[in-house]
């Protein structure tokens, strides 16, 4: 029997990977933490930075502007789609350790860099050739951004039961609806909105719905949905009579869900490289503050209750990183992971909940402290718990997954 046999798993990245890492952590330290530093409070404090309405103040607003656009020039805002539409056509594994790069710096402007839900997600490669110029171009390069409408008052993780309909009138849709949650829909400049063009009766569970493109002038902006830690980003999209022409249906009328479906590992794969990156900022501060601050006449990293905390972090962390690695793997071997981004969805955002909570533990009084990101990050990691997909519906998918 050969030595080599049976090694056929590697988790070591590949060269091109590597430099890719390093130009990303060079572009956040050279383009982006210059624009943080300039910012300060207005971008860390939990209030300072907000205008009386709730939204971020206007630097906060064009730095993000700003970063987008030079990640897209750089490279690397887009990096998750073929490079036949202008994206970096990198594989699912180097996209999620790019995100968890980028993630690993903590939380601020660095979030911007690769794009999230405003930004190219494979959904919008389904537009057709004008559709893709007027829309989906500029939101690769950075220069508009957009949203995703699928969440409504009634209704979240049983998206299928929208209420939102689109009616068909010769040749336009009248859409009517109220979306909320909407992440950037306050600074969009469209939303693909998901409404029910044939009913659950006709088309089943899943079919009857479309995805129209829908122009910020065309839709009124209700109040915003302000997520603690996450304020003026999410908004109500309220559509009135909207009329649009059928140039502006995204795939084939009453698809949208099965398209959107298609991608829902993709989503929970960028989630799961958030929470680890994340994980891994937060570990890297616990251990640095428990080497450095002093109780009883020790370093609190001596004190068993302490090491053990950052040690359990960091395994967590690891063993959140592995299943991100493997799912990654897996999806670019066609194969299916279904099952395995619920797993790491699931696991690492509550990794990375823990992970928090123990950072703020070992930081004592600078651990709830205003001056210090740390509660901000267990919000956040609680925000990551519900989103994509609640820790519940992953559970569920798991379940199902194994025939219950
Ligand atoms: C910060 C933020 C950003 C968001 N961005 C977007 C966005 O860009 N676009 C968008 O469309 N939506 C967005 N959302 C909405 C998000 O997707 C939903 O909040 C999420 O899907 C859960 O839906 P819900 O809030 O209606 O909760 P519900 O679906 O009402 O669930 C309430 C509780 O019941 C549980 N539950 C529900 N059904 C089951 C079940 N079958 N089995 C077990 N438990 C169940 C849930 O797990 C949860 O604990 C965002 C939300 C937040 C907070």
Redo the contacts with the bound molecule.
């Keep these: 029997m050969s030595g080599t046999s049976g090694t056929g798993v590697s988790f070591a990245l590949d060269d091109e990977t590597k430099l890719i890492l390093e130009g990303l952590q060079d572009f956040i330290k050279q383009e982006v933490e210059p624009l943080e530093n300039e910012l300060g409070e207005l971008l860390t404090h939990p209030r300072k930075g907000y205008t009386e309405e709730g939204r971020p103040v206007e630097p906060v607003v064009e730095a993000i502007d700003k970063v987008r656009r030079k990640s897209a020039e750089a490279g690397y805002y887009a990096m998750n789609l073929s490079e036949e539409v202008g994206g970096g056509g990198v594989s699912n594994v180097t996209w999620y350790a790019a995100t968890r790069q980028a993630f690993s710096n903590g939380r601020g402007l660095n979030e911007h860099v690769v794009a999230g839900?405003e930004g190219p997600k494979p959904l919008l490669t389904l537009a057709n050739e004008e559709q893709f110029e007027t829309y989906v171009k500029p939101v690769i390069k950075g220069e508009k951004s957009t949203?995703?409408?699928?969440?409504e008052p009634g209704?979240?993780?049983?998206?299928p039961n929208m209420s939102t309909t689109a009616e068909k009138d010769g040749d336009e849709w009248i859409i009517n609806g109220n979306?909320?949650?909407?992440?950037?829909?306050p600074y969009a400049d469209f939303i693909q909105v998901?409404a029910r063009t044939t009913p659950q009766s006709d088309a089943g569970r899943h079919g009857g719905i479309t995805c129209f493109l829908v122009e910020d002038d065309e839709f009124e902006l209700g109040g915003y949905?302000n997520?603690v830690g996450?304020e003026g980003?999410?908004g109500e999209v309220i559509l009135d009579d909207v009329r649009v022409p059928e140039s502006r249906v995204l795939g084939e009328v009453d698809r949208a869900f099965y398209d959107a479906m298609e991608f829902l590992s993709l989503g929970r794969l960028e989630i799961g490289a958030q929470a680890v990156g994340l994980s891994e900022y937060l570990l890297e501060q616990a251990r640095e503050y428990a080497t450095e601050r002093e109780a009883f006449g020790s370093k609190i990293g001596d004190f068993q209750q302490v090491s053990s905390k950052i040690a359990t972090a960091r395994a967590r962390t690891y063993a959140a990183d592995s299943v991100g690695l493997r799912c990654a793997w897996k999806m670019d071997q066609n194969m299916d992971a279904i099952e395995d981004t619920s797993i790491l969805k699931w696991f690492a955002t509550q990794a990375y909940w823990e992970v928090a909570d123990s950072t703020v533990q070992i930081h004592g009084g600078n651990g709830v402290s205003e001056e210090n990101p740390f509660m901000d990050h267990l919000h956040f990691a609680r925000?990551l718990r519900?989103?994509?997909?609640?820790?519940?519906?992953q559970?569920?998918t798991i379940a199902s997954q194994q025939g219950l």
């Excluded at 209704?155 to 998206?159: E, Q």
């Excluded at 979306?179 to 829909?185: D, F, G, L, S, V």
């Excluded at 519900?386 to 519940?392: A, K, L, N, Q």
């Design positions: 839900a949203g995703f409408g699928q969440t209704v979240g993780s049983d998206s979306k909320q949650w909407i992440t950037n829909a998901f949905n997520a996450q980003l999410q925000v519900i989103v994509e997909g609640t820790d519940e519906i559970l569920n």
